[in-house]
């Protein structure tokens, strides 16, 4: 199967995803117009402080770790930047890691006071992604998460579901490298920033219902083209049956 193939069953199967959400009040929206226009300086700047939260994390305790920077009015560059770490840090607590993350959240707000949203905007995707990767605490995923999701700039997203997911298919092996994957994605696709956007959320999806460390295989559209199944047929007869 080509990626493309594989895209286009997760979208018919799973419906469109919308992402980044935007947390309005104290509930996570998406939105089909998250996809269509061009985000406001305001959600690019959230979505930044999401994609550091939700290291290591699920995105459930990232809701609450914004609507709590929000409420104590703490959700700005300036006001990140001028706040105490340890107060920081019990604002973002349910995010986990709270006390690193605090530290990453006031070098990106440092950086943000230098380097204004409606500039970083004009950067090609190598320079924003360069200009990212340069911070403290924000890898390869964190970076390209906010390249994607908030600039709308073309570049694709590797996460551990996409490694567990694609490594299983035969793709490659699934010690790969990030930059390995990515270039594959992006070779073998239209370059598009919506498909980009889509095609990761859905990857999540898939990888949390279906795909899991312990696959539901019977369930899973994609078994007669599993390198992993097939590998391990032997083994998972017995609980295939049983699943």
């Not at 609450?64 to 104590?72: F, G, P, Q, R, S």
Request: glycine share 4%; with cysteine; net charge positive.
């Amino acid at each position: 199967m080509k990626l493309i193939d594989i895209y286009n069953l997760l979208v018919d199967f799973y419906g469109e995803q919308n992402w980044w959400p935007i947390i309005e009040g104290r509930e996570c929206v998406y939105k089909k117009e998250f996809m269509e226009r061009e985000r406001t300086d305001e959600e690019i700047f959230e979505i930044m402080i999401g994609a550091i939260l939700t290291q290591n994390t699920s995105w459930t305790n990232v809701i609450v770790a914004i609507i709590n920077l929000k409420e104590n009015n703490i959700f700005s560059p300036y006001k990140i930047s001028e706040i105490e770490n340890s107060k920081l840090s019990q604002l973002i607590k349910s995010a986990g890691y709270f006390n690193q993350k605090a530290k990453k959240l006031k070098i990106l707000c440092s950086f943000l006071l230098n380097n204004k949203i409606s500039e970083l905007k004009k950067l090609s995707v190598y320079d924003l992604r360069q200009k990212f990767l340069s911070l403290w605490g924000i890898g390869y995923e964190t970076a390209d998460s906010i390249v994607l999701y908030g600039f709308n700039k073309p570049v694709f997203v590797v996460d551990a579901y996409t490694k567990r997911i694609f490594s299983r298919l035969g793709f490659f092996p699934e010690n790969s490298e990030y930059e390995t994957i990515r270039d594959l994605f992006e070779k073998n696709l239209p370059q598009s920033s919506n498909l980009y956007k889509e095609y990761h959320a859905l990857i999540v999806e898939f990888g949390k219902n279906l795909c899991k460390k312990r696959p539901l295989c019977n369930n899973c559209s994609f078994n007669e083209n599993c390198a992993y199944l097939h590998k391990n047929a032997q083994s998972f007869a017995q609980f295939i049956q049983q699943s």
